[in-house]
């Protein structure tokens, strides 16, 4: 295993059209996280799943946008309608649960979104 | 998550040891201290984490004080390949999520 895989890694898309990313996960995970980080920010907590179950959502994560992760295994990303202020770097990560509640987060090299 | 204040930007010359400061004075008793860091174009990564003990591993070292309200992560020979912004996290215990502040770019110089 060679770490959390996301495709595509760079997407260009015309304002309004719908796009889909993917996250694969380090096998033996079983949390998977989705973030944005827009220049010089830091990653934003978009949502996360324990298995196949999607257990928080954040406020930033408007009902254009849905994540799903089926079988417990890879996660899509997806953003309809996509609005100029969509673009960024979209990030997914992947852990087990750790009592210290912070470390092995694994994080993958992001899909950078740009909407024209 | 407890708050944490660094610097914005750090700069340090290549093969010389760099100190990253973070502050959080609102820490509590079970809360630990992880660092993570982001190289260019890439996702962040996980550098090192403690609690109360100082902490070594092949990345880095943890400096925490005595009063746990502020540490230090070390770099023992920075090299070009450690520029990067460098975050300091606190999760609560039992954290359902990482939550990243600005943290301090750092600058290597050769």
């Known amino acids: 295993d060679t770490g959390v895989s996301q495709n595509p890694r760079h997407k260009i898309t015309k304002r309004g059209q719908n796009v889909t990313f993917r996250c694969d996960p380090i096998s033996e995970h079983n949390r998977l996280y989705w973030y944005r980080q827009t220049l010089g920010q830091g990653p934003e907590f978009l949502t996360y799943f324990q298995n196949e179950a999607q257990l928080e959502k954040s406020r930033l994560l408007s009902d254009r946008f849905s994540a799903e992760r089926p079988k417990g295994s890879f996660s899509t990303l997806e953003i309809q309608r996509t609005e100029q202020g969509d673009s960024a770097m979209y990030l997914c990560a992947s852990s087990l649960v750790h009592g210290t509640g912070g470390a092995g987060y694994t994080f993958g090299s992001g899909t950078r979104l740009t909407v024209v | 998550d407890a708050k944490t204040t660094q610097p914005n930007s750090m700069e340090s010359n290549e093969e010389e040891p760099v100190h990253l400061p973070c502050n959080h004075s609102t820490i509590s008793g079970t809360d630990y201290i992880h660092w993570y860091r982001q190289l260019p174009s890439q996702g962040p990564e996980y550098v090192i984490h403690g609690l109360t003990s100082n902490v070594n591993n092949r990345m880095a070292s943890l400096a925490i004080a005595e009063d746990r309200k502020s540490s230090t992560l070390i770099l023992h020979r920075a090299t070009l390949r450690d520029a990067a912004v460098y975050y300091c996290?606190?999760?609560?215990?039992?954290?359902?999520?990482?939550?990243f502040g600005q943290g301090t770019r750092l600058t290597i110089n050769p």
């Open positions: 996290i606190l999760p609560i215990q039992g954290a359902q999520k990482l939550v």
